[in-house]
């Protein structure tokens, strides 16, 4: 019986359908032990000791462990894949796939419901209101303000289509010219992104050419007013250089759902800034998305166990053309 761990402890449910799924296809479905921290090498080794498949969340999955583990198919739930080293992946042989288009729209929903938050200052205007205060300080409107959109994948496009619709003027800025763009969306350089945009929403993957795109020479370059928004990755803000021109008066406001360092634990130097909203890396999740994003992630995995390719989700299809399970 082949056998598959869930690393992912918000899908630790026999209740949803990707577990029956799964057992339905003759797979034996494990939950990872909560009590290891899956971040250490050894311990995830462990515990994928005896796995065919996982269903994995953000541990990291380095060199040193593809090598020791003997998992054929690593499958993310969710898009993004920088927690995995793919080329190590490749050279042993594993298959890595994503959930490609089961949670975009929730993503672009979350970016596009920070900007209103921060425009509208929601939670401090919450808060007055609780302690007896009545402060009808307005805040701007969002038509006709332009929208920067760094990264023009599923999610970038989603939040360009729904700006556009709110009658925003958008930009973006893409590494490559994408097949078909949203219809109102101007492609511009990079540089335009920062000196134009009243809103940057953050929606590349990171890699090491986009690692820490948002420094201190490019917030130099940003409006005093502007707003940044990150629901892509941590690693795409240098945080102190952002805690410095915050400090300096820089931005309007930001809203970040990814930070460096996951979970952000208490004390983290950026929570000193008052006009940073935060939340816990969930922009991708919503009611739906979890559903179709676990169902995904068990047919991905299921198709390359009945001999199915399922080439558009699998990371490194181009580079395993003779994968066996
Ligand atoms: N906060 C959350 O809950 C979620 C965060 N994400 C993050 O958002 C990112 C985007 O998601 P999708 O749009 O679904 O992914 P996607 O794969 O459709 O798009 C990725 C984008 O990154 C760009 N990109 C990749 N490498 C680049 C480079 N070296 N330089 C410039 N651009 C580069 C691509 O051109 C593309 O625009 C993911 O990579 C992930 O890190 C995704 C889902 C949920
Ligand atoms: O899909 C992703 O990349 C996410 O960050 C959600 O886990």
Known sequence: MPTVLVTAHLFH???????????????????ADRTKSLNKADQLVEALR??????????????????RIKTRVISRIGVGYDSIDVAAATENDIAVCRTTGAGYQAAAEHAIGMIFA?????????????AGLWNRTPGPRLAGKTLGVVGLGMIGTETARMAVALGMRVIAYNRSTP????????????EEIWKQSDVVSLHTACTPQTERMINAQTLAQMKDDALLINTAR?????????????KGGKLRGAALDVLQQEPAGEGH???????IYFSPHMAGLDQQSIVDMSNLAARNIIDLYEGRWPAERVVNASNLRDWKW
Not at 179 to 190: D, F, K, M, N, R
Not at 269 to 275: K, Q, T, V
């Open 118 to 130: 921060l425009y509208r200052d929601v939670v401090k205007r919450n808060e007055e209101v609780r």
């Open 13 to 31: 449910t026999t209740d949803w359908p990707y577990y029956e799924i799964l057992r339905q296809s003759g797979f034996d479905v494990h939950f």
């Open 179 to 190: 097949s078909e763009l949203p219809s109102g969306v101007e492609l511009v350089p990079l």
């Open 234 to 246: 941590g690693g795409l803000i240098d945080e102190p250089d952002l805690a410095a021109a915050m």
């Open 269 to 275: 130097p950026l929570f000193a800034i008052e006009n």
């Open 50 to 67: 005896g796995m065919d498949a996982v269903v994995c969340s953000t541990e990291a999955y380095t060199p040193s462990v593809l090598r």
